[in-house]
């Protein structure tokens, strides 16, 4: 893994899973309260090498304690990238590299998200996204590049032993139906449901082109 990146008022770090970044932007608190930017351009450029996706969708939940969504994709094409921030609260947010041919498939890697350190996660087309509420009230705030289409919406199953995500062993797992129904990683992959690498990172191209 590389070092740490940005610029003065934001700091970049890739992680595990390639093309996924964890920002951390610089927090300025005074008598009145504080304020921060969670997306900074200049700092996304200098660490992806572009300029965000056109957001087609912003999205927002609130989750309790214990709650575990995901692991969701989009079909590919079209394919999905995201910008995920938690704006209150405390969660545990997962990348999962699902994309066939990538050089990190099946690894995954995680970000805590909270009101300390503000950071926020971006996911490159085609990846999985997952995330842990750690207290009640969690909100977790996003831009995605394109708009939700249901039955484009795939999920994996988030307790697959053989992705052995970090869901922490001091909850109770809070999952919807579709959620715990949904197929392991080998098991997509048989059905061939998984995004391949190469096609995300065609369209990659054309979402900055």
Same mark, same amino acid.
């Given at each position: 893994?590389?070092?740490?990146?940005?610029?003065?008022?934001?700091?970049?770090?890739?992680?595990?899973?390639?093309?996924?970044?964890?920002?951390?932007?610089?927090?300025?608190?005074?008598?009145?309260?504080?304020?921060?930017?969670?997306?900074?351009?200049?700092?996304?450029?200098?660490?992806?090498?572009?300029?965000?996706?056109?957001?087609?969708?912003?999205?927002?939940?609130?989750?309790?304690?214990?709650?575990?969504?995901?692991?969701?994709?989009?079909?590919?094409?079209?394919?999905?990238?995201?910008?995920?921030?938690?704006?209150?609260?405390?969660?545990?947010?997962?990348?999962?590299?699902?994309?066939?041919?990538?050089?990190?498939?099946?690894?995954?890697?995680?970000?805590?998200?909270?009101?300390?350190?503000?950071?926020?996660?971006?996911?490159?087309?085609?990846?999985?996204?997952?995330?842990?509420?750690?207290?009640?009230?969690?909100?977790?705030?996003?831009?995605?590049?394109?708009?939700?289409?249901?039955?484009?919406?795939?999920?994996? #199953?988030?307790?697959? $032993?053989? =992705? !052995?995500?970090?869901?922490? %062993?001091?909850?109770? /797992? *809070?999952?919807?139906?579709? #959620?715990?129904?949904? $197929?392991? =990683? !080998?098991?997509?992959?048989? %059905?061939?449901?998984? /995004? *391949?690498?190469?096609?995300?990172?065609?369209?990659?191209?054309? =979402?900055?082109?």
């Amino acid at each position: 893994m590389t070092g740490e990146s940005g610029t003065a008022t934001m700091r970049a770090r890739p992680l595990r899973v390639e093309g996924a970044y964890e920002f951390t932007p610089k927090v300025f608190p005074d008598e009145r309260g504080m304020f921060l930017s969670p997306y900074q351009e200049p700092a996304f450029v200098l660490a992806v090498g572009h300029p965000l996706f056109p957001v087609a969708q912003s999205n927002h939940s609130k989750s309790r304690r214990g709650v575990v969504r995901g692991v969701h994709y989009t079909v590919t094409p079209p394919g999905t990238a995201k910008y995920v921030f938690c704006s209150r609260g405390r969660s545990l947010d997962i990348v999962v590299d699902i994309r066939v041919g990538s050089p990190t498939f099946g690894l995954w890697d995680a970000v805590l998200l909270d009101q300390q350190d503000h950071r926020a996660v971006y996911f490159p087309v085609g990846v999985g996204h997952a995330f842990v509420g750690l207290e009640d009230d969690t909100v977790m705030s996003y831009m995605i590049s394109s708009s939700y289409v249901a039955e484009q919406e795939l999920a994996l #199953d988030a307790l697959d $032993p053989g =992705l !052995a995500l970090p869901i922490p %062993q001091d909850i109770t /797992p *809070v999952r919807s139906p579709r #959620d715990t129904a949904a $197929p392991t =990683l !080998a098991e997509a992959q048989a %059905q061939r449901l998984l /995004p *391949v690498y190469e096609d995300c990172l065609k369209i990659e191209e054309t =979402l900055f082109s």
